[in-house]
C-alpha cells in the first residue's frame, strides 16, 4: 500500500454527462493505463460504434455495457495525486442502476461531481437526485466539472450560467458552495483534468487534479470508537477454518481480540488478520481484511452479521426510526409497506409501521405531521420494524452503519439514514 493517505472518491451526476469518460481520462493522463491498453479499447470503440468511448471502456468492461455504451456496476481502480491515493467508484447515472450508486456513495469520502455543459443537457432530473444522495448519505466533500467544454467552444459565458444553475441546486440542499470549486473541462480531450488547457485563457482556477488535492480533506478515522465490521462472506479455507471478510468501519481489530457476532450471537477469538495477503497484527477504519477464527464453523456466521468486541457489542433493533428520501416508486408508500432495506452489508425484509412526518428536504422542516402516505420526491421520518433480527446502528453514533436503501420490484425506491434505535431484547 502506498503511504499516501487513502480517500475514496466517487462520481456522480446524470447519464451521459462523460463520468466514464472522464475517470479513464484521470487514469490514462495519471499513467495508471498504459498506452497499448487505450490503443485496444479505442479498436473496441469503433467496433461497436461509439468511437468517443476509448476512455469510459476503460472503467466499462463488461461486454454488456460496452454494447450500451452504460455504466451497470461499480468499478473500483486506483490512482494518485501529488497528496492521496485515491480508489474512485465510477457509479452509474442510469436510473435502473442507482441501487449500485448508493451502494458506491455510501463507501465514498469525497465525489467529483458531473455536469455536462454541452447545449441541451446541463442539470438534468438525476443530477438533482445524486445531489440529493449525497447529502443524505452524508458526502460534504465536492468538486464540480462542468464537463464537455469543447462542445461549445470553450464559451466561457456557457460555463458561468451552468455554474450558476448548479450553484442554486448545491445550495438549496445545504451545500457550502463558497468551499465547492468548478471546474470547466473536456474529459474526451482532455483539457484541464491531468493538464492545463490553453483553450481556456478565463478560466483562472485549479485543473482538476490540482482541485483534488486542494479541497479535499481527509476523512476522520473513527479509531477511538468501538469496533464495528460488517461481514461481506465467510470462506472456509482448507488447513485455516472460517475465514469472514469485510471492511472496518470503526475502531481497530487486532490479532487476539475476542469478538462478538450480531444478530448471531456467537463469539470467537481471532487468530490472525490479513490484507492484500499480507499478515497485519492490526486492523483500522476502511481496511478490507479477511480474519482467521477460532471455535466457529462458517455456519456460525453470515454475510450482514457484525463484529464487535464483546464488551461493546452492535445495536440488534427491534424498531428504528430513520430519515428517507423516495427516490422512485410507481404509486404511494403508505404503513404497512414492507421493502428490503439494505444496509452496510445485511438486507433485510422491514415494515413500514408507521409514517411519523413529511419533512422539507432543504430545510428539514416538518411540513406535515402523521402524513397518510408518501410519494417520489418526497423525505420523510418513518418507524419500521425488521422482519428478521438485523444490526444497525443511529446516524449519531456510528454514521457507517445507518445509511440504507429500499429496495422493491428491482429498483431503488428510497435511501436513507437512521436516526434511532429501540434495541431488541
Known sequence: ???????????????????STLVGRLLYDTGVIREDELRKLEEIA????KETFQFAFVMDKLKEERERGL??????????TQKWYFTVIDCPGHRDFVKNMITGASQADACIFVVSAKQGEGLQEQTKEHVFLCKVLGINQLIVVLNKMDTVNYDEKRFNDVKEETTKLLKSVGYKVEEIPFVPISAFVGDNVAKKSDKMPWYKGPILIEALDAYIKEPEKPIDKPLRLPVQDVYTITGVGTVPVGRVETGVLKAGDTIIFEPAGVKAEVKSIEMHHQNIPEAKPGDNIGFNLRGVSRQDIKRGDVASHVDTPPTVVKEFTAQIVVLQHPTVIAPGYTPVFHCHTVSVACKVEEILAKIDPK???????KPDFIKTGDAARIRVVPLSPMVIEKQADFPELARFAIRDMGTTVAAGVCLDVVKAK
Open 1 to 19: 500500500m502506498p503511504a499516501k493517505p487513502h480517500i475514496n472518491i466517487i462520481t456522480a451526476g446524470h447519464v451521459d454527462c462523460g463520468k
Open 46 to 49: 469503433k467496433e461497436v460504434k
Open 71 to 80: 455504466t451497470i456496476d461499480v468499478m473500483y481502480r486506483p490512482f494518485e
Open 363 to 369: 430545510t428539514g422542516q416538518v411540513v406535515q405531521e
